[in-house]
């Protein structure tokens, strides 16, 4: 930021980068001074880490995750040196700790804040959001969405978000370099994909079938499976593809019968919601797996 153009002038400052494997946690974080405005509280979305993944899809059966926790306290420590007012925001789960921090803290700096910009960031399960002060800042949320959004439409509720075009395409779009501006604005269009929509639908409504336990275990199988690449982040799995997928390929083969009965389940769970024969695609992505094994 300090080398570009847009941000090289301005003062940034309580720079943080925390990854805690034990933790599951990650978590970063800067504050930048604007020159003509409020200063801005940028928190970081995830990064490339399985960690940093991991612990974003716990957010779907536990509240407050690690960075979660960690935005409420940095907000509450910036806060004297912010002025009368600022602004707070971050891109996919930046954007859902921006909020996340807004309605917990005290609410001395609740009111002190301008606008909290959620891009492409997830939401909160209703109960997350009963017990914290959400309606007390609803209106100074600006989420905006990419027209294929998956992250930022997952436990969307109240489809009150702005919807900008990308030059990318299905997931890619949810890099926000691919957001397309014109005039120093986003251009905006109509409304997320109707054929997204019904992805994140689907999705939602498939983790809302589960409880928070079988949520828990499905995700705690699903990563043991991805950290059997021997990987440390998704950057050095792309990178070796084949390896990466026959370990992990070997590793679903070791799973006991009931951690992958887990696995499968929610898999075939959620094909099933989509419309889709799902015993028919596991079936043939285990034939495709046991194939490569031969070939090994």
């Not at 912010?82 to 921006?98: E, P, Q, T």
């Not at 489809?159 to 691919?178: A, M």
């Not at 928070?212 to 043991?224: G, H, K, L, M, Y």
């Not at 679903?252 to 695609?281: S, V, Y």
């Amino acid at each position: 930021m300090a080398e570009s153009r847009r941000f090289g002038g301005l003062r940034l400052c309580a720079y943080v980068n925390l990854v805690e494997k034990d933790w599951e946690a990650q978590f970063s974080a800067i504050t930048i001074f604007l020159e003509s405005e409020s200063p801005f509280v940028a928190f970081r979305g995830t990064d490339e880490t399985l960690i940093a993944w991991k612990e974003y899809f716990n957010m779907t059966f536990q509240s407050p995750i690690p960075a979660q926790l960690c935005a409420l306290k940095y907000l509450g420590e910036i806060a004297d040196r912010l002025g009368d007012s600022f602004f707070l925001g971050g891109h996919s789960k930046g954007g859902n700790l921006a909020v996340y921090a807004a309605m917990n803290c005290d609410a001395p700096i609740r009111g002190r804040i301008r606008t909290i910009y959620n891009m492409d960031g997830p939401g909160f399960w209703p109960e997350v959001r009963e017990k914290s002060a959400y309606d007390e800042i609803a209106e100074r949320i600006v989420k905006i969405l990419p027209r294929s959004s998956f992250i930022g439409m997952m436990f969307e509720q109240e489809n009150s978000y702005k919807v900008t075009e990308s030059n990318n395409i299905g997931l890619l779009q949810h890099d926000p370099f691919s957001w397309v501006v014109r005039d120093g604005k986003f251009v905006e269009a109509a409304d997320v994909s109707r054929g997204r929509k019904f992805i994140d639908e689907t999705v939602n409504q498939w983790i809302l079938t589960f409880n928070r336990d079988q949520i828990r275990e499905f995700i705690r199988v699903a990563f043991s499976v991805l950290e059997a690449s021997r990987k440390e982040d998704l950057i050095q799995i792309s990178e070796d593809k084949k390896k990466s997928f026959l370990e992990m390929a070997l590793a679903i083969k070791r799973l006991d019968a009931e951690e992958k009965r887990r696995l499968l389940e929610g898999i075939k769970r959620l094909f099933e919601m989509a419309g889709l024969n799902a015993l028919d695609k596991i079936d043939r992505l285990i034939q495709s797996l046991e194939s490569e094994l031969k070939k090994e």
